[in-house]
């Protein structure tokens, strides 16, 4: 079992900036793939970045590409998402969520076998 727990969203305005963390326990999360996803009301849930196991290659989506940057840190066992230049479609409850490296795709959120609870991002204009 894995348990992830974000933190770090709120309230900013259109142009801010916002860092989200993922911390993992109950397991080292050097053999997952950790990906972020978000849910804004009334829409499917999306994936939003993805990363490798050590972090040398990195996914997104091409509404972030450009603004948002995914970094892990496995001595923490932790994940973070970089969000500058936000915009208020960036508005949803964003997901840390876990695969193990060697099945599934980056882009499929049926793919992930863990997920955090969300914490919620409001970009306002």
């Known amino acids: 079992q894995v348990q992830l727990v974000e933190s770090g969203g709120g309230l900013v305005q259109a142009g801010g900036s916002l860092r989200l963390s993922c911390a993992a326990s109950?397991?080292?999360?050097?053999?997952?793939?950790m990906g972020w996803f978000r849910q804004a009301p009334g829409k499917e849930r999306e994936f939003v970045a993805g990363?490798?196991?050590?972090?040398?290659?990195?996914y997104y989506a091409d509404s972030v590409k450009g603004r948002f940057t995914i970094s892990r840190d496995n001595a923490k066992n932790t994940v973070y998402l970089q969000m500058n230049n936000l915009k208020p479609e960036d508005t949803a409850v964003y997901y840390c969520?876990?695969?193990?490296?060697?099945?599934?795709?980056?882009?499929?959120?049926?793919?992930?076998?863990?997920w955090g609870q969300g914490t919620q991002v409001t970009v306002s204009s």
């Open positions: 969520a876990v695969r193990p490296y060697y099945r599934g795709s980056y882009y499929q959120e049926k793919d992930y076998d863990y």
């Open positions: 109950g397991r080292t999360l050097n053999s997952y793939i």
């Open positions: 990363i490798s196991r050590n972090g040398g290659s990195t």
